[in-house]
């Protein structure tokens, strides 16, 4: 059964850095359908990082420029470095994976089968 771990939360100062990693166990991360998400308290859940189906990675507006998706082959892991960090970006991330779901005739859309547990950031001002 396919699982994801998170680390590398935690709390720092804003302007500060924080490097998370997900790493999977009887998976294995593609090319597609891949990326970090974060939820905080009172808001929806929001892709941070995001492989999409055409193998593009897609950051929210918010973190553009101060997130960087990467993989890992060889670890078999998915890290979202973070600087320059706000009070805004407070949130719980969690990684998640999947694969192409769809049809020719509605369309094709990432469904994410795997989450991992999440790994709390807390910045402060």
């Known amino acids: 059964q396919a699982q994801l771990m998170e680390s590398g939360g935690g709390s720092v100062q804003a302007g500060g850095s924080l490097r998370l990693s997900c790493v999977a166990s009887g998976y294995r991360f593609g090319t597609q359908c891949m990326g970090w998400f974060r939820q905080a308290p009172g808001k929806e859940r929001e892709g941070v990082a995001v492989?999409?189906?055409?193998?593009?990675?897609v950051y929210a507006d918010s973190v553009k420029d101060r997130f960087t998706l990467s993989k890992d082959n060889a670890d078999n892991t998915l890290d979202l470095q973070m600087t320059s960090l706000a009070p805004e970006d407070t949130a719980m991330y969690s990684c998640?994976?999947?694969?192409?779901?769809?049809?020719?005739?509605?369309?094709?859309?990432?469904?994410?089968?795997?989450w991992g547990q999440g790994t709390q950031v807390t910045v402060s001002s």
């Open positions: 492989v999409e189906l055409d193998g593009r990675t």
């Open positions: 998640a994976a999947g694969r192409r779901s769809g049809s020719d005739d509605n369309g094709y859309q990432c469904l994410y089968l795997y």
